[in-house]
């Protein structure tokens, strides 16, 4: 009888997509979401500031007028309470200008 022979795969594996923390990060040491500072006293507080500042600050630079949804820190963190509740460092972003534009920001050092 003949032996069947297995066959390789047609593709290659995938990497992951999953974005890795880097370990160095304060976001490692800190837990869950209402641990990091963003539990009921942060809703109440973003609440209020979209209430207040109600549309994206990036977009009224170009000239369009958009909600913002997203209450961004200007400076990070970094887990930094002081900083984090500084009222002086938000600002409404709307959900793209927050993780594409001021992402790209971030990212290329000239933020933070």
């Not at 304060?26 to 963003?38: F, I, L, M, N």
């Not at 500042?53 to 369009?64: A, I, K």
């Not at 913002?68 to 200008?97: A, E, Y």
Request: glycine residues 8%; proline residues 5%; positive net charge.
């Amino acid at each position: 009888m003949a032996r069947l022979t297995s066959l390789k795969p047609p593709m290659q594996a995938q990497p992951s997509r999953l974005a890795t923390v880097n370990p160095d990060s304060w976001r490692t040491a800190k837990g869950t979401a209402a641990q990091r500072g963003y539990g009921y006293k942060w809703q109440v507080a973003r609440a209020e500031w979209l209430q207040a500042n109600p549309l994206c600050v990036y977009c009224q630079r170009q000239g369009r007028v958009t909600a913002g949804t997203v209450v961004d820190h200007i400076v990070p963190h970094r887990g930094d309470m002081k900083l984090f509740w500084s009222r002086g460092n938000w600002q409404t972003l709307c959900r793209h200008c927050h993780d594409v534009v001021k992402a790209a920001e971030e990212a290329a050092g000239q933020i933070g």
